[in-house]
């Protein structure tokens, strides 16, 4: 049974940054297509960056340019460096994985972007 556990979310300052982490086990995450997705109060979670095994980024909507995913397969770990935070980068940021038809979701960290 797959696992992942995300990490390092908190209140951050508009302009500042943070480092999140999700971490894998259970399985081998490193052949593995891991993404990332937010979901904002009031809003349905949405996909906002992808990292393949060989470490290819893609980034999707407003986070381009200011997030930036990268993975250490050895620590079966991915990271979101999140960098000029908004106000509405306020969300629960999971990361995911699918293995053969099921997705693996982990339970989520919460980043508040606020003065």
């Known amino acids: 049974q797959a696992q992942l556990v995300e990490s390092g979310g908190g209140l951050v300052q508009p302009g500042g940054s943070l480092r999140l982490s999700c971490t894998a086990s259970?399985?081998?995450?490193?052949?593995?297509?891991m993404n990332w997705y937010r979901q904002a109060p009031g809003k349905q979670r949405s996909l906002i960056g992808t990292i393949s095994r060989t470490g290819t980024t893609e980034y999707y909507g407003s986070v381009k340019g200011r997030f930036t995913i990268s993975r250490d397969n050895a620590k079966n770990t991915i990271y979101l460096q999140m960098n000029n935070l908004k106000p509405e980068d306020t969300a629960v940021y999971y990361c995911h994985v699918r293995i053969s038809t099921t997705d693996y979701w982990g339970k989520g960290t919460l980043v508040t972007v606020s003065s």
């Open positions: 259970g399985t081998i995450f490193s052949n593995k297509v």
